[in-house]
């Protein structure tokens, strides 16, 4: 039983250290937030950020890039495939109408591995987020999606022209990214680890505890079993 035990963790290792996610959040800037003051990039790159400790943490492989500018797409693209990805991830945040609000997920077509990585993260992440307009398509015309060589899963995480859902993006990146991976981790049929808990801060309860090694009616005295006291603690 323990070499059974011992040969599934071995698999499982070999199967997650070999599996590279790149992930590829959004550089748009200008694309602001209804609420906090902030925008699409920014946020997207800690949602990626945390995804990326997730991921790590159970075992594979990660790489991603920050840049913004007119390059970057391309850029990134280009890293990706160079380097060998076994999945691309983009990572975005939505706009229409200020009233619609939902996690929309697309890939190269509905039937390859880019649209079943896609199912695997919307079902872990699509029961957290706020709004209810949600689906997966295929949109093979994006540049994103149609010039990377590995299979790509590009996610709309929610509506930032929502003010309310714009607000829960903002106070919720880390639970979005953690959802994320947890999806990838479904996707290629690895357990996913929990982040380990916070430890629980000490506390006194407002008890404040002395302690008192003797009185002496003469300060002399009392400064000697002092001096005294200190050098057994040196």
């Known amino acids: ?35 906090g003051n902030t925008n699409e990039a920014v946020q997207c ?14 075992g594979f492989e990660v790489k991603t890039n920050y840049k913004d500018g007119s390059n970057a797409m391309y850029e990134r693209v280009a890293e990706s495939n160079n380097w060998g990805a ?6 975005h945040t ?9 996690t929309r997920l697309m890939a190269y077509d509905t039937s390859g591995k880019g649209y079943k990585a896609c199912k695997a993260i919307f079902n872990a992440l699509a029961p957290i987020t706020p709004g209810k307009s949600e689906n ?5 015309n994006l540049y994103e999606i149609r010039k990377v060589n590995a ?17 829960w993006i903002v106070e919720h990146t880390t639970k979005i990214g953690e ?24 506390t006194t309860n407002g008890v404040i505890y002395q302690v008192v090694t003797g009185s002496f009616s ?11 006291a200190v050098k057994k603690f040196e």
């Open 1 to 35: 039983t323990s070499e059974s035990s011992l040969k599934k963790i071995q698999k499982r290792r070999m199967i997650t250290m070999s599996k590279k996610i790149y992930l590829s959040p959004s550089d748009q800037v200008r694309n602001l937030y209804a609420y």
């Open 218 to 228: 003469a300060k002399k005295n009392a400064d000697k079993y002092g001096k005294d």
């Open 179 to 202: 959802a994320i991976a947890k999806g990838i981790c479904n996707y290629f049929g690895i357990a996913y680890k929990s982040p380990a808990p916070a430890p629980k801060p000490t």
């Open 136 to 140: 997966i398509s295929a949109h093979p």
């Open 151 to 167: 299979p790509t899963a590009y996610i709309e995480c929610e509506f930032h022209d929502v003010p309310s859902v714009a607000k």
């Open 94 to 102: 939505n706009a229409f109408n200020g009233k619609v609000s939902g």
């Open 86 to 91: 076994d999945l691309h991830v983009c990572i």
């Open 45 to 58: 790159r800690k949602i990626a950020a945390a995804c990326k400790v997730a991921l790590e943490r159970c």
